[in-house]
């Protein structure tokens, strides 16, 4: 029987802080660290869908303005 996750409801706020920790830190930081596999694999792929990052995980042009606006949400 496989391990079946649940993805419990992921909020704005964790997904543009993992977005500044990225930027910031150079990865997601503790702001994951509550988060099953599922739920991290959402909070990226939310990412790219946004354009945010690509498939490689390297911050876009257009992270900019979002990361700049939400600087005090950086954590390590």
Known sequence: MKNKEKIRNISEKTIITALVN?????YFGKCL???NSKEREFVIQTLI???YINYDIV???SAKDIILKNLELCQY
């Open 22 to 26: 990225l930027k910031c830190v150079g």
């Open 33 to 35: 660290t509550p988060l």
């Open 49 to 51: 869908n946004r354009g």
């Open 59 to 61: 911050l876009q042009p």
